[in-house]
T-cell receptor
Framework: KQEVTQIPAALSVPEGENLVLNCSFT??????LQWFRQDPGKGLTSLLL?????REQTSGRLNASLDKSSGRSTLYIAASQPGDSATYLC???????????FGKGTRLSVIA | DAGVTQSPTHLIKTRGQQVTLRCSPK?????VSWYQQALGQGPQFIFQ???????QRGNFPDRFSGHQFPNYSSELNVNALLLGDSALYLC???????????FGSGTRLTVV
C-alpha cells in the first residue's frame, strides 16, 4: 500500500527566497508523479507531471525532480512570491487509472 | 477547453439527510474519481467510475454511492449523513494515467 510523506508540514519564507519541498513514497513501482497546488478551501491545480522515465520537469519558476528508485521527489520554487502561498501536494500514480494517494501536503507561506 | 466542473459549490445538510454532488469531467476525459478531503488532511479516495461502472473503491461505507452517465458526467450520493461527512468533496477526471488527473474546484459539504 502506497504511503506518501511530505516534509516540512509547514514552511514560512521571505519573498524572493528559493525553496525546496520534499515528497517521499513507499512503493517505488510508480508510473508517474504529479505535484498539485491547493489554495484554502479550493480544488487542486496541477503544477507538474513527471513520468517515471523522466528525472525532472520544469514550468516557469517551478522544477520538480523524481528519483523513483529511492522513492523521492522534490519541488523547487525559485524566487518565491506571496502569490505562491498555498498547500502543495504530491501524488505518485501507478499504471492505468489507479487512484492517486496523497500525503498531508506542505503549507507554504511567502511573506512580503 | 472547460476543465472539471462541480456543483454545487457549497451545501449545508442536516444529519440523517441524503445529498447528491455532481461532476462534469474535462472534455475528452472518460474516467471520474471522487475524493473526500477533511480539514488539514490530504484527499482520500472514495471511488472511481469508468464506462458507467464503479471500477475501484476506497475504504468508505456503502452510504457512499455513485453513478456515471453515458456523457461521462458523474454523481456522488451520500445517505444518512453524519457530522463526520463534513468535508470538501473533490472530483477528478482523467483519460489514461499517462496524462495525469484534472481536479475540479470541489463541493464544500457541511452537516449540522
Amino acid at each position: 500500500k502506497q504511503e506518501v510523506t511530505q516534509i516540512p508540514a509547514a514552511l514560512s519564507v521571505p519573498e524572493g527566497e528559493n525553496l525546496v519541498l520534499n515528497c517521499s513514497f513507499t512503493d517505488s513501482a510508480i508510473y508517474n508523479l504529479q505535484w498539485f497546488r491547493q489554495d484554502p478551501g479550493k480544488g487542486l491545480t496541477s503544477l507538474l507531471l513527471i513520468q517515471s522515465s523522466q528525472r525532472e520537469q520544469t514550468s516557469g519558476r517551478l522544477n520538480a525532480s523524481l528519483d523513483k528508485s529511492s522513492g523521492r521527489s522534490t519541488l523547487y520554487i525559485a524566487a518565491s512570491q506571496p502569490g505562491d502561498s498555498a498547500t502543495y501536494l504530491c501524488a505518485p500514480g501507478d499504471s492505468g487509472n489507479t487512484p492517486l494517494v496523497f500525503g498531508k501536503g506542505t503549507r507554504l507561506s511567502v511573506i512580503a | 477547453d472547460a476543465g472539471v466542473t462541480q456543483s454545487p459549490t457549497h451545501l449545508i445538510k442536516t444529519r440523517g439527510q441524503q445529498v447528491t454532488l455532481r461532476c462534469s469531467p474535462k472534455s475528452g476525459h472518460d474516467t471520474v474519481s471522487w475524493y473526500q478531503q477533511a480539514l488539514g488532511q490530504g484527499p482520500q479516495f472514495i471511488f472511481q467510475y469508468y464506462e458507467e461502472e464503479e471500477r475501484q473503491r476506497g475504504n468508505f461505507p456503502d452510504r457512499f454511492s455513485g453513478h456515471q452517465f453515458p456523457n461521462y458526467s458523474s454523481e456522488l450520493n451520500v445517505n444518512a449523513l453524519l457530522l463526520g461527512d463534513s468535508a470538501l468533496y473533490l472530483c477528478a477526471s482523467s483519460l489514461v494515467q499517462l496524462y495525469g488527473y484534472t481536479f475540479g474546484s470541489g463541493t464544500r459539504l457541511t452537516v449540522v
